[in-house]
């Protein structure tokens, strides 16, 4: 079969590494796809929010399936699109995914299936949205309610610093439309861990946990990322959190959006801080976290592209999801002054001596002249799979070291929190 790839980032390139172990995949595009991705499949320059030039592709290849990686284009309905066209799609559709698109909706979704997450409030309007954090006097979350890049979330410690974010969502429009609403929150402590599931809107099939390290430098310092590195499984994550989990979280999310009218058929994924009162939900996403999706599928044993099609058909009941013993690691290299501003075109050597059992997943790469050069803020995610954690850790950092560019930085600290 055929099958297309939508995205050019990390977790694309390990969704197409993944897709093409499967026996039944014959060919593989990546719309627009990376450097790397374009040694394992043949990218096309269609960008992934161009849906119709993304049908007349699929239409005109005859793609048997096409997985969306990034949020964007299921919030504006590619599913739909493709599915009303005839054309098979792994992902939700464009009312479920505002799970993602509208943190808004998604606060008012959980209060009204009482499912764990942070006290909040959601205004239009900075006046009220002013008052509100006037009558809290305490640490808040700010954020604006629609997309942002990862980046429509402050994190105010005192009231002053929560005025202005206020004002820098709603008023500066510092995210644009994403701040058509702003979301306040109280201020959770825990640790964080990524829970990604497998769903057909009935059953629901729980992945390795995994864990994000947001900030750019060691030791959890510095500004947010789109994520600078991974692991998993996340061992906070046990068996009995687990248990809970599934009860409070999973099952009354999938259960509550068919109630809504929004059946939900993909990946969910429920970003969970651990907190001394249990989980909490900190944010949903409608699709495979980047970095998480790198370890996680590294960690897969079964086809991928049997359970996505068995998501498609509504029978995930009738499929088996098996995952490798040990432990993964994805380690992200990024460019000089991720995640401000940073050069792009820097020659990256050493991808050839990568050790056994590490995969570089390319996330901003282009190619040029016959060399593999930067083109984005997170470049590589070095991924290595070991018999512990400890190992995974240990070989990924060595790929880390054997690769080179101008300006190169990573985070150390990649996993240790979990030993
Ligand atoms: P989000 O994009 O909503 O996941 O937020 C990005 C990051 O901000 C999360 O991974 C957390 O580290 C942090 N964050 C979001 N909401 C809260 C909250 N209510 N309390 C503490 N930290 C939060
Ligand atoms: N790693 C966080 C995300 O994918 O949103």
């Known amino acids: 079969m055929k099958v297309l790839v939508v995205g050019g980032g990390g977790r694309e390139h ?3 590494w993944k897709i093409a172990q499967s026996p ?8 627009p796809g990376n450097a790397g991705i374009a040694q394992m499949a043949q990218c ?11 049908l007349d592709f699929a239409q005109k290849e005859k793609i048997d399936l096409t997985v969306v990686g990034p949020e964007a284009p299921l919030t504006i309905g590619i599913v739909d699109k493709f599915t009303q066209a005839g054309l098979r799609i792994f992902g ?4 479920a995914a505002q799970l993602e698109g509208s943190k808004a909706l998604a606060k008012h979704f959980m209060l009204k299936h009482n499912i764990p997450t942070a ?4 205004f239009p309007n900075e006046r009220e949205a002013m008052d509100y954090v006037r009558s809290k006097n305490k640490p808040l979350v700010v954020k604006a309610s629609g997309l942002a890049a990862g980046k429509g979330v402050i994190i105010c410690q005192y009231m002053a610093d929560a005025l202005d974010a206020v004002r820098r969502v709603l008023v500066d429009k510092e995210f644009g439309d994403a701040g058509n609403q702003v979301v306040i929150e109280e201020c959770l402590e825990g640790q964080e861990v990524s829970v990604l599931a497998f769903t057909d809107g009935k059953t629901i099939i729980p992945m390795v946990p995994s864990q994000d390290h947001k900030r750019v430098f060691d030791d959890d310092k510095g500004p947010n990322t789109g994520g600078m590195g991974a692991y998993a499984p996340a061992p906070l994550y046990t068996p009995d959190l687990h248990e809970v989990v599934v009860r409070d979280i999973l099952e009354p999310t999938i259960k509550g959006m068919a109630n809504m009218g929004w059946p939900y058929k993909g990946i969910i ?3 969970l801080m651990i907190t001394a009162d249990g989980p909490k939900v900190l944010e949903y996403n409608v699709r495979f976290g980047d970095p998480e999706a790198q370890p996680v599928l590294s960690l897969l044993d079964s086809d991928l592209v049997e359970i996505m099609e068995a998501v498609i058909d509504e029978r995930l009941d009738q499929v088996e999801v098996k995952w490798k013993k040990g432990a993964a690691v994805c380690v992200v290299m990024a460019a000089q002054g991720y995640p401000g501003n940073y050069p792009k075109g820097d020659v990256i050597t050493g991808l050839d001596k990568m050790p056994e059992n590490v995969s ?3 996330a901003g790469t282009a190619q040029k002249e016959g060399q593999i050069v930067t083109n984005g803020g997170r470049v590589l995610g070095v991924t290595a799979v070991g018999q512990d954690l400890p190992g995974a850790i240990d070989k990924a950092y060595q790929g880390v070291e054997r690769i080179k560019f101008n300006g190169a930085h990573y985070r150390k600290d990649i996993g240790s929190k979990a030993l």
Not at 24 to 31: F, L, N, Q, S
Not at 92 to 95: E, L
Not at 119 to 122: C, L, S, T
């Open 269 to 271: 994924y429920a970003g």
């Open 119 to 122: 006290k909040y409030a959601a």
């Open 44 to 54: 096309v320059d269609i960008q992934a929010e161009d849906l119709d030039g993304l």
């Open 92 to 95: 939700p559709s464009k009312n």
């Open 24 to 31: 039944r995949v014959d060919k593989i595009y990546c719309a």
């Open 14 to 16: 390990a969704l197409v």
């Open 360 to 362: 570089v997943f390319h």
